[in-house]
Each structure stands twice: as C-alpha cells, then as structure tokens.
C-alpha cells in the first residue's frame, strides 16, 4: 500500500555529517530518513526555501524542460529498499500517455516538490526502513551509534529541523 507523505526537513547525520531527508505521512505518524548527497539535499532545500538563482539548477531545468514539452509530473513513488539503497519512480503524463522514470529518492524527491507532485512511500519500505543496517560489520560502540541514531530520528519533529542552510 502506498502512503502519501511530505517532506519534513533536512538535517544531518550527526556521525557521518551526511545529510538526511526525512519524509512523513500526512498525519506525522510515520517516518522514513534517507541519507543523500550534499547536492541533491541543496536542491531540496532550496526548492523548500523557495530560493531562485539567476541561471537554473539542474532539477529546475529538468522541471522547465517537462513543462516546455507538456510533460507533468503526476507524483513519485518511493518503492523499493535493497541493500541499504533506496529506489524510486518519478510517474509521468504527456498527451494522455503514461511514462515511468527510475530515478534516486533524492532526485524525485527535487523534482516533486518542483512539480508539486505527490510523494508516496511503499509501506513496505517503510517497514525495510526500520531494519536498514547502516554498516554491515558493526563494533559494539557503533551498535550503541546505531541505536541512538535511530532513537534520534524517531523523535524529531518537525520544529527541530529550523531552516537548512546551503
């Protein structure tokens, strides 16, 4: 079952100083985090900022170039989590006929709040999500890391994102 999320915020990692998107269902009663790259959470943030720069960034050419062909953006759809790499769908409408795009959470998720296009999440990657091993040969240190990290990003709300600077 697909559910429709947002984009809560950004924040950072605070052991690997990567940045996380956290997603959550419209009644804040779920949550799934997703480690990107600096650039694509840059391109999140600044859509979610509503910040314009004088010459388009790659997700806002990629959005103009949609819109200037007649292509919409219908929603994306985080649907699969295998080893510990999230995989997701950008669904397209262009003169009634529909395209399926795989794309990076990440990506998707840059076009989508461009597009303002819906974000759904799998239930059942929400539940992978809850098991992800971050390191595969884990110390006892980086078990306890592991545990609060989770306990972490289980209790954030929404306040405590702030705004995300570039």
């Keep these: 079952m697909l559910i429709k999320m947002k984009v809560s915020g950004l924040t950072i ?22 480690w990107i790259g600096l650039f694509e959470a840059s391109a999140i943030a600044t859509e979610m900022e509503k910040i314009s720069f004088s010459r388009p960034m790659t997700h806002d050419l990629l959005t103009d170039i949609l819109r200037i062909l007649e292509v919409e953006v219908t929603k994306i759809e985080i649907n699969d989590l295998r080893n510990n790499t999230f995989f997701a769908n950008i669904y397209l409408v262009r003169e009634g006929k529909s395209l399926v795009i795989d794309s990076r959470p990440s990506d998707a998720i840059a076009i ?25 040969k884990l110390t006892d240190i980086d078990k306890f890391k592991d545990e609060k990290l989770k306990e972490f990003l289980e209790n954030l709300s929404p306040e405590d994102f702030g705004k995300y600077k570039m």
């Design 13 to 34: 990692d605070p052991l690997t100083n990567t940045p996380i998107v956290i997603l959550k269902d419209m009644q804040e009663k779920k949550a799934i985090p997703i």
């Design 112 to 136: 989508a709040l461009r597009a303002n296009a819906p974000i759904f999440v799998d239930d059942k990657v929400i539940e992978k999500s809850r098991n992800v091993d971050f390191g595969s």
